[in-house]
């Protein structure tokens, strides 16, 4: 009897065990809205989702599951759930902490490998380390509140929580927390969204750069946005307003490419909107009202060589362009690429032809 007992109580649980993880199955691959959307403060999202790129992803393949990541899958999700049910917390204060939007981050790379490569190259991967504890940086600015609006947007303390004042004068700011280290300050949802209105990328139909991209007349509907920290939410960069610039007394032609709205949002000019000044790059001279993006790659923001996209190698006046030092960087550049006019290469006018100095 009791052999018999023992097997008829592993039956069931086994029987048990197929139903649950069965039930289980579906209710991850069902439509959302049948599930958790159905009766949760996640509708929004869902019905966003349901118009993105992303829409025939399916939501675990972001979020993951309750077993997806072992006991912090099942810590997490049993977080969500005495959360929701205990403190009741209204539909606007559900955000994701910095950890979660990290983790979503990596999942990013799984699909965008060559997007995640590329901005790992680039300057927009910067940890907090390289931000914050870079002692000849830090003698020049002093760390305050701003920072975090660009570097640390999804940091959930502040300035004074995340760093430590320096023993001596010149010394170098030590972060609190020294495992943020090697976090980035500007993961991928600092600049996306994964549930953004758009339509899913197809291949070009041309493989250089379109023309609505240089003159800022691009009428695709952006998937870029910018991540408010003081409001803890996304607005889509086309919606972000154009900034007016001044180069001295004169206005400057911006372009209306949602992605410079987006890059003046942390590369922003002095409160007289003056252009070179404070972390401003809006470009003057020859190369007035073009867009970023005309020069710099999307995600490494590298722009070397990219001279040659617009010029041929040698213009007709005989300058080869793609040896001409065009960077920034360099205060004694002759031809910064954001401020390059004609008179830096041509000083005098003769026989109605410009003649090299």
């Known amino acids: 009897m ?4 023992v097997a008829f109580i592993l039956l069931f649980t086994f029987i048990g065990l197929i139903l649950l993880f069965g039930g289980y199955a579906q209710w991850n691959s069902a439509n959302p809205k049948k599930t958790c959307a159905s009766c949760h403060e996640i509708s929004p999202s869902v019905n966003d989702w349901q118009t993105s790129a992303h829409r025939n992803i399916r939501c675990i393949e972001c979020h993951g599951t309750a077993l997806g990541n072992g006991i912090h899958s099942m810590k997490e999700k049993a977080n969500m759930v005495f959360t929701h049910l205990g403190e009741k917390k209204q539909p606007e204060e ?24 590329k901005w790992q190259s680039g300057g927009h991967s910067a940890t907090y380390a390289d931000i914050f504890m870079n002692g000849k940086h830090n003698q020049e600015e002093t760390p305050y509140w701003g920072c975090l609006r660009c570097h640390g947007m999804f940091y ?26 090697t976090e980035p300050t500007m993961p991928c949802l ?40 003081a409001d803890r939410r996304h607005l889509q960069a086309d919606k972000l307003m154009k900034i007016t610039m001044f180069d001295k007394d004169q206005a400057v032609q911006v372009s209306d490419d949602p992605a410079n709205k987006l890059c003046v949002q942390c590369h922003s000019p002095n409160f007289k909107h003056q252009t070179g000044s404070e972390d401003d790059r809006t470009p003057t001279g020859v190369h007035e009202g073009i867009s970023c993006l005309a020069c710099h790659v999307p995600h490494s923001n ?11 190698g040698f213009s007709n006046c005989g300058l080869d362009v793609t040896k001409m030092n065009t960077t920034f960087a360099d205060i004694n550049s002759p031809n910064n690429i954001h401020s390059v006019s004609c008179s830096n290469c041509h000083k005098d006018k003769v026989s109605g032809k410009f003649r090299k100095k």
Not at 302 to 312: E, G, I, L, V
Request: aromatic content about 6%; hydrophobic content about 30%; proline content about 6%.
């Open 302 to 312: 590298d722009a070397h060589n990219s001279c040659k996209n617009c010029h041929p």
């Open 2 to 5: 009791k052999l018999k007992s």
């Open 156 to 181: 959930e303390g502040n300035i004074k929580t995340l760093l430590q004042k320096p023993e001596k004068a010149d010394g170098p700011w030590k972060l609190t927390d020294m495992k943020k280290a």
């Open 190 to 229: 600092a600049c996306h969204t994964v549930h953004t209105e758009n339509e899913v990328l197809g291949r070009p139909l041309r493989l250089d750069i379109p023309k609505e991209i240089f003159y800022g007349r691009s009428s695709r509907n952006p998937s870029i946005t910018w991540y408010i920290r």
């Open 94 to 117: 559900i955000r994701m902490t910095e950890k979660q939007v990290l983790e979503i981050s990596g999942k990013c790379a799984k699909c965008h490998q060559s997007e995640y490569a």
